[in-house]
């Protein structure tokens, strides 16, 4: 690549600017998204000239940064405003949670259309997938901040202080407040492990017996798919390489899911132990813990526990005077996709690239980040392995079944009385999770969030555990007042948003349900329409790329299944309807004639 | 993969697909030792050569799970939470062959799975076929014809997408592009060049030129380069060249997509000098 890097760097203003903004960013940390989000939040969006000089201070082709800027939702080559609010749109923390459109009304009273910039550069305004707030009712980001709790007359508030261009510093600091909501303590909530005591006892035990340790526990990954920690552990020492990595997946996504955000906020000590003893068991030096964008207001946080336990000796060399064990943790910190929860995409995000799912085989565990064998775990599952280190392999079997040891911790929202944290032992019925959390008149929940599963209250007594309902711990409740089909929509809207795009099956198929589930939903369905639906979310399942694609139908398809009657009761009893509607295709020609006359209408 | 590949070639081994025994080499994929074989698997994003990408999924093959294997690897445990007990889904030119395996191919389901893949392809983009240059020597349009496509069933996504006509010599129409990345990864791998890449996500994926401008002029794209002809549509063009093998004679008027070794024929179609 041939760059002209400093054609600009005489011109003053914006190019100086630019420059002096990328340096500084780049000398705290050199990672790409890190300097884009420093643009970002300066620049308020990220220039084409941005992205060359991006390009040349950190040699890389301007065309990955580019595709980088366009990957994820927080950058923005148009200039985003001063105030840049995005509202949830999820079911349970979106701006319609408490039934009125939140968004709407700010648009209102702030004069500005959504996912749009006004025109004096103030206030910004749009939504964005799940922020993990669902225990909270409506909650928004201000300028990556969130305020939760939203109701009708804090609206009117944030208008005012918009208009008065107060500083976020002072804004009410009780709307920035987020509590942890645990309702339920089990094994992992009860106590925050002490810094070190998991290490002093991991040292104790040794490398061998270390990783024995976690086999026999019988742990298996907290982030849904279940598979064997201590196998995946071992497979991972087994690999011969330049260097092992041990990453932490942060980048808790999927709609309805909290407890990650609870568990950085009030467990991190426990995290990065049970990093410092997969480290050890793998035989890694450094360690990357993946922040979802929407958690970057716990970042300082993260980072004073950081320097608290490099101070303490239990990261950097010679941890805990062991000689030779040496490791330590970087913060990564993404930027609005939700497709980098999937470890493969997570990992080429952490190597500054769009996340996209690689060809698997080879995994990870061989070929992982930088193509070195790397341990990829959920928060949940380096927590439950520090605890296990401590208390023995026998202390976690003797709490859950056979095929599912130990607690799980569910994230619980929607409706009910006490939405929030509960952690259960494997195995604990559906019935008993919506009793403990006042959910009275439940028709459905949504068992491991969207990309989960879809349950009637016929089947709430199935039982959590991966031989049965299988969860990354998102557990929505719908009452019987809910309309399932605007939470399907919800969902579909989601996926086609999060598409990474690589798959034509995902890509195009995503996009498509969408529309098809439109089109039920204004009333403008029929039977052909359902069962095109059936086939074409059947074919995104079985023939994605990876496990957004793979899951992206279940909504339609259990809704198919077990909620039939919510799509037959909007469908028009009509062989066929065409999806192109003249009338409504005609409405921009209506407006800018100023006509509404009944000659400027089909029909 | 190819690390430990050299050791191994002496084991031969074979897989079956819709019963015919092929045999194949240590670090094959399915789609390696099926071409190989003769048999073909219709695929778009693939070519002999180059890294495997399995974007498209046209060369989404049905794997039969192996009960009474006595392998016992990982992938076993996972088959056990599938949707599916009797088979897995995969893309042959991604998946590496393994002794013994049970590989549908050529059956109604899973060209019916094709088709719409391909109908996918043709609605997300805007493919106007009777006046493409390409029509003819268009993979993509001898792939419908192949999986007897009739129309493009879903409505019409009529996206917007930028022409660049900036390059002396080349055309960039990205209302053909199906994001194959055959061109990224022909400029990477084969011309030494990093000239395409793939920008924004999901539908709003879309195919950019790695120059400053982000015009195809400003980049170091050459007609000699493998990038410029290896486009299966006619997303990418050698300009003033239009129409010098007559519709009739073109390569899919004489051959079927199916048969194995056309991109040569496709590439002299081209009227240029390379390769």
């Given at each position: ?32 998204l ?37 990957f994820y ?176 997946n942060a980048d808790e996504g ?36 993946y922040l979802r964008g ?38 990564v910190?993404g930027a609005g996709a939700y497709i980098c929860g999937e470890e493969s995409a997570l990992i080429e995000s952490l190597?500054?690239?769009r996340g996209i799912p ?140 999060e598409?990474c ?47 957004l ?55 | ?275």
């Amino acid at each position: 690549m041939k760059n002209v890097s400093d054609a600009d760097s005489n011109t003053a203003g914006t190019a100086g600017l630019i420059h002096s903004i990328i340096a500084k960013a780049y000398a705290e940390s050199p990672h790409l998204l890190h300097v884009l989000y420093a643009l970002q939040q300066q620049c308020l969006h990220i220039s084409e000239e941005a992205v060359r000089e991006v390009a040349a201070h950190l040699d890389l082709p301007s065309s990955q940064v580019d595709a980088v800027v366009e990957f994820y939702s927080f950058f923005h080559k148009i200039p985003r405003g001063r105030y840049d609010i995005l509202f949830s749109n999820c079911t349970s923390c979106g701006y319609m949670a408490g039934g009125v459109d939140l968004m709407a009304m700010l648009g209102q009273q702030l004069n500005i259309v959504a996912d749009n910039t006004r025109g004096d550069g103030l206030v910004s305004m749009g939504q964005t997938s799940c922020i993990g707030m669902c225990d909270h009712g409506a909650a928004l980001l201000v300028n990556g901040m969130p305020i939760i709790s939203l109701d009708v007359a804090m609206i009117a508030r944030i208008a005012a202080l918009v208009e008065a261009e107060t500083p976020l510093k002072d804004w009410p600091s009780g709307w920035f407040q987020v509590d942890d909501n645990i309702r339920v303590s089990g094994l992992l909530l009860k106590d925050d492990l002490s810094a070190g005591v998991g290490l002093r006892a991991m040292l104790a035990l040794g490398t061998e017996d270390t990783l024995s340790e976690i086999i026999q526990s019988g742990l298996r990954g907290r982030g849904g798919a279940g598979f064997s920690t201590g196998m995946k552990w071992q497979l991972c020492r087994e690999v011969q390489g330049s260097a092992h990595y041990v990453v932490c997946n942060a980048d808790e996504g999927e709609p309805g899911t909290f407890k990650d955000r609870v568990l950085l906020h009030s467990y991190a000590d426990s995290l990065f132990e049970g990093m410092t003893v997969c480290a050890f068991a793998v035989g890694a030096k450094q360690g990357y813990l993946y922040l979802r964008g929407e958690y970057r207001y716990l970042l300082p946080h993260l980072q004073s526990v950081l320097v608290r336990r490099r101070e303490l000796g239990l990261l950097g060399v010679d941890i805990l005077g062991q000689p030779g064990f040496s490791f330590d943790i970087d913060i990564v910190v993404g930027a609005g996709a939700y497709i980098c929860g999937e470890e493969s995409a997570l990992i080429e995000s952490l190597e500054g690239k769009r996340g996209i799912p690689r060809v698997r085989p080879p995994f990870p565990v061989t070929h992982g980040y930088l193509g070195q064998p790397t341990v990829v775990n959920n928060v949940e599952t380096f927590i439950a392995a520090a605890h296990i280190v401590l208390r023995g392999s026998v202390w976690f079997r003797a709490v859950g079944t056979e095929k599912s040891a130990g607690s799980k911790i569910l994230s619980i929202s929607g409706d009910c009385a006490a939405p929030g944290i509960y952690e259960y032992p494997f195995g604990v019925t559906i019935r008993q999770v919506l009793d403990d959390c006042g959910a009275k008149d439940a028709q459905a929940v949504q068992v491991g969030g969207p990309s989960g599963m879809l349950i009637g209250s016929a089947e709430f007594d199935r039982r959590l555990g991966f031989d049965d309902l299988s969860t990354g711990g998102s557990l929505m409740v719908f009452s019987q007042a809910r309309d399932l089909l605007v939470v399907i929509v919800n969902f579909a809207h989601f996926f086609a948003h999060e598409s990474c795009g690589f798959c034509t099956p995902c890509r195009v198929g995503t996009t498509l349900l969408k529309n098809g589930l439109d089109k039920i939903a204004s009333g403008h369905g029929t039977r052909y329409d359902l069962d095109e639906m059936q086939r074409l979310a059947t074919l995104v399942k079985c023939r994605s790329h990876c496990g957004l694609g793979q899951t992206a139908a279940n909504p339609i398809l259990d809704g198919l299944q077990r909620f039939p009657q919510v799509f037959e009761q909007r469908l028009v009893h009509r062989d066929f309807e065409p999806h192109f509607d003249l009338d409504a295709a005609l409405g921009e020609a209506r407006q800018i004639s100023h006509r509404d006359d009944a000659a400027a209408h089909i029909e | 993969m190819s690390a430990d590949t050299k050791q191994n070639l002496i084991t031969q081994n074979t897989i079956t697909i819709d019963g015919q025994e092929i045999p194949f080499q240590a670090g094959q994929t399915i789609m390696d030792a099926a071409l190989a074989a003769g048999v073909y698997i219709p695929h778009l994003c693939h070519r002999q050569g180059l890294t495997p990408h399995g974007s498209c999924k046209l060369c989404v093959v049905d794997i039969a799970s192996r009960s009474a294997s006595s392998h016992n690897s990982n992938r076993r445990l996972q088959a056990k939470f599938a949707v599916d007990a009797d088979s897995r889904s995969a893309s042959a030119c991604t998946m590496p062959a393994v002794a013994g395996q049970q590989i549908s191919n050529n059956t109604p389901a899973l060209n019916e799975v094709r088709k719409t893949i391909t109908q996918m392809l043709f609605i997300e983009g805007n493919h106007i076929c009777p006046s493409c240059e390409k029509c003819g020597d268009c993979t993509l349009q001898a792939m419908a014809y192949h999986l007897g496509m009739l129309d493009g069933h879903f409505p019409q996504f009529f996206q917007h997408r930028e022409v660049d006509a900036s390059h002396p010599t080349i055309m960039l129409d990205r209302d053909r592009c199906i994001l194959c990345e055959l061109c990224v990864r022909a400029s990477r791998e084969v011309d030494g060049k990093n000239v395409f890449a793939i920008a924004g996500r999901g539908i709003n994926a879309h195919l950019v030129v790695n120059s400053a401008s982000g015009k195809l002029v400003d980049s170091d794209l050459e007609t000699s380069d493998m990038a410029a002809h290896i486009c299966p549509v006619g997303a990418i063009l050698i300009k003033e060249h239009g129409y010098e093998v007559p519709i009739g004679q073109r390569t899919f008027d004489l051959h079927q997509v199916s048969e194995i070794g056309l991109e040569k024929i496709i590439l002299t179609k081209a009227r240029q000098p390379d390769e």
